[in-house]
């Protein structure tokens, strides 16, 4: 962010309300960012009830909230703070605030971002959330989702519909076990009759590094 600033990249002039200056929770790594904080006006460093709260963000216009997730599910089920139910990974953070914030801002957005393996090369698009744990994002928030094999946008699509995007999003050999369970899962309606003229919200890497 320091480095933005000072490139005029982020000027905070359209920020409403919040005396036109960057909100901040985290500082850290090296001196560099501490002198730059000290007694510098265009920053607020700020307790995470303020920065982290659903209403002081869906007060920025065009509010674009980029986070990343351990895991998401057929049903668009989204987690980021455990890996079950009992395991714990990064504890609760503000993920769903920023979701929900930038989803009730004018013009904004909320995307996930994510690989779609684990480093060991488990998939991280699965048929269904681990039992018990803790969703940052439910199938009711309009959240976009970004792998390094595309991007899909869940808006007006039906739970069939939806599942087969995101089916999309994993690997060619994961994405085929996927899309077999739902062609077999009477649950998901007819979900062959949504890909007649291509898959409903699913946008391919490569058709979106052409845009």
């Not at 929900?100 to 684990?118: C, D, E, L, N, Y």
């Amino acid at each position: 962010m320091m480095r933005l600033v000072k490139r005029g990249l982020v000027t905070n002039k359209w920020k409403p309300r919040i005396n036109f200056s960057v909100s901040s929770i985290f500082l850290a790594k090296d001196q560099k960012g501490y002198d730059w904080l000290h007694f510098n006006s265009a920053v607020q460093s700020r307790p995470s009830d303020y920065t982290n709260n659903a209403f002081v963000i869906a007060q920025q216009p065009n509010m674009v909230a980029i986070n990343s997730a351990i895991g998401v599910d057929l049903h668009g089920n989204i987690w980021a703070d455990s890996l079950d139910a009992r395991k714990i990974y990064s504890g609760i953070g503000g993920q769903s605030d920023f979701i929900r914030g930038a989803q009730h801002s004018p013009g904004g957005i909320a995307i996930i971002a994510m690989k779609s393996v684990t480093r060991d090369g488990r998939s991280k698009i699965v048929d269904r959330c681990p039992a018990g744990i803790t969703t940052t994002a439910i199938p009711a928030d309009r959240v976009i989702l970004v792998t390094e094999n595309g991007a899909f946008d869940p808006k007006s699509l039906s739970m069939g519909e939806r599942a087969v995007g995101i089916a999309h999003l994993a690997t060619d050999e994961e994405r085929e076990r996927l899309l077999k369970t739902i062609r077999d899962d009477p649950a998901f309606h007819k979900p062959d009759l949504t890909m007649h003229k291509g898959v409903p919200g699913f946008t391919p890497y490569k058709k979106a590094t052409e845009v």
